[in-house]
Nanobody, 121 residues
């Protein structure tokens, strides 16, 4: 199983980025998927998740109204659209998949390799 994340980079405050994560080696539509992030010196934290069909999504309160998660099952891809970025969003972002809804790290079965997002002030 492989989750390949991309789309990170350096952006100014208020800017936007779209992260993508392509999955292989698993039946993608059977898995709930999500995004987590980890800033230097901090624990990995939940950012967003969506169900197998994409009909239900959740985001952490700190990004509500700015970030959204979506998935394209035929393309085995999950996205994280990030708007109105703030310096505190700076972190390595990881995509995740699990047969259980990945609301926390314990529920994640597969991790992507991470993509760096840096927001300059």
């Amino acid at each position: 199983v492989q989750l390949q994340a991309s789309g990170g980079g350096l952006v100014q405050t208020g800017g936007s980025l779209r992260l993508s994560c392509v999955a292989s080696g698993l039946i993608f539509s059977n898995y709930h998927v999500g995004w987590f992030r980890q800033a230097p010196g901090k624990e990995r934290e939940f950012v967003a998740a969506t169900t197998t069909t994409g009909d239900s999504t959740h985001v952490v309160e700190s990004v509500k109204g700015r970030f959204s998660i979506s998935r394209d099952n035929p393309k085995n891809t999950v996205y994280l659209q990030m708007n109105s970025l703030k310096p505190e969003d700076t972190a390595v972002y990881y995509c995740a998949a699990g047969l259980r809804y990945p609301a926390n790290t314990a529920r994640v079965e597969y991790w992507g390799q991470g993509t760096q997002v840096t927001v300059s002030s």
